[in-house]
Nanobody
Framework: QVPLVESGGGLVQPGGSLRLSCVVSLSMYSIDNLAWYRQLPGRQRELVAT???????AYLDSVKGRFTITRDNAKNTVYLQMSSLKPEETAVYYC?????????????WGQGTQVSVSS
């Protein structure tokens, strides 16, 4: 079973909004840090947003004020709300979680969801 499944990507016009979802097939109470990454064509994967276990968010400078990362433990879901999207943010967006198992930490990745920003 794939532990993370993203959805919500698609084609949006510049200035538009999308909300990405990541359903987590793990106990949310064993999840510490959450994150969203993106990979632009021909580029390395970059960290877009993180959310610590204590609820502290952090963002890539270029998305501050436009993107919001949240978690809903009752729905086992992590979200990335994106607004005022730009064409250069066309990328595959990936969910990443850090699972705590005893003293060990395991990172899990989703399969990615394509976001295309174009008129």
């Amino acid at each position: 079973q794939v532990p993370l499944v993203e959805s919500g990507g698609g084609l949006v016009q510049p200035g538009g909004s999308l909300r990405l979802s990541c359903v987590v097939s793990l106990s949310m109470y064993s999840i510490d840090n959450l994150a969203w990454y993106r990979q632009l064509p021909g580029r390395q994967r970059e960290l877009v947003a993180t959310l610590t276990s204590t609820g502290y968010p952090a963002y890539l400078d270029s998305v501050k004020g436009r993107f919001t990362i949240t978690r809903d433990n009752a729905k086992n879901t992590v979200y990335l709300q994106m607004s005022s999207l730009k064409p250069e943010e066309t990328a595959v967006y990936y969910c990443n979680v850090e699972e705590r198992v005893g003293a060990a930490r395991y990172k899990h990745w989703g399969q990615g969801t394509q976001v295309s920003v174009s008129s």
